[in-house]
């Protein structure tokens, strides 16, 4: 009988140990809709896999990071991005990097990668960095000044920017924990979205004049 009991509370820590243990994965792009109709399957949660005796030394290589991306722009600056459409083997490798370029006084403005931190490197200039903390951490600023050589890391999902704050161009290299961690500029995305947001819950929402709402929405 102890035997049995034994064996009994035995099975029952090992499904225990595997339900705590289990989890879903993290999503890879900004959403995957289950479906029952087979004909309607065309994505997966990232990429679908080559056979791996196809694979050759052009799924894992990217030429191009050493020339300067276009800040002629608004905001004057430009990001380069290598991650899994350029490299196909980055799949499931869960990393992937970026080539900032900024104007005198361009920025990169605030914005957040949902699905990855980001360490980023300056390798020319100075630049204002910083990210502000979640609602639960009283949205605390970080921030510091970067010159050449400088390392600051920006952690998954929170509000962050950098500003080059001198008279010439500055170039950045950022690695991010994510095959394809995503961005969603703030601005962008809240006076920019499709349709719009209606103009009076942005009012309410940044205590402003609706007119001004609407006169934002316009230049997005």
């Known amino acids: ?42 994505f997966v949660n990232g990429k679908f896999c080559k056979n791996p005796m196809l694979a050759n030394a052009s799924d894992f290589f990217f030429s191009g990071l050493n020339k300067p991306g276009n ?11 290598v991650n899994v459409v ?8 869960g990393i992937s990097l970026v080539r900032i370029d900024y104007a005198p ?5 605030p914005h957040t990668h949902p699905r990855g931190s980001e360490i980023l490197v300056v ?21 510091k000044v970067l010159n050449k050589g400088d390392v600051f890391v920006f952690p998954i999902g929170q509000i962050h920017f950098q500003v080059n704050i001198g008279h010439t161009p500055a170039v950045a290299f950022a690695g991010l924990s994510s095959q394809n961690a995503g961005v969603i ?6 006076f920019g979205s499709t349709p719009p947001i209606y103009p009076d819950v942005l ?18």
């Open 1 to 42: 009988m102890k035997v049995v009991h034994f064996l009994l509370t035995l099975t029952i820590l090992a499904l225990a140990t595997s339900i705590a243990s289990a989890y879903d994965p993290s999503p890879l792009q900004d959403f995957c809709v289950a479906t029952d109709d087979p004909a309607k399957t065309l």
């Open 123 to 143: 390798a020319e200039g100075t630049l204002y960095v910083g990210f502000v903390s979640s609602n639960q951490d009283n949205n605390r600023l970080f921030a």
């Open 86 to 93: 350029q490299i196909p083997g980055l799949n499931t490798l």
């Open 203 to 220: 009012a309410a929402a940044f205590k402003l004049d609706k007119k001004i709402v609407v006169d934002l929405q316009n230049k997005f």
């Open 185 to 190: 500029t703030i601005a962008n995305t809240v």
């Open 105 to 109: 006084h361009g920025q990169n403005p």
């Open 71 to 81: 800040t002629s722009n608004a905001v004057g600056s430009n990001v380069t991005t």
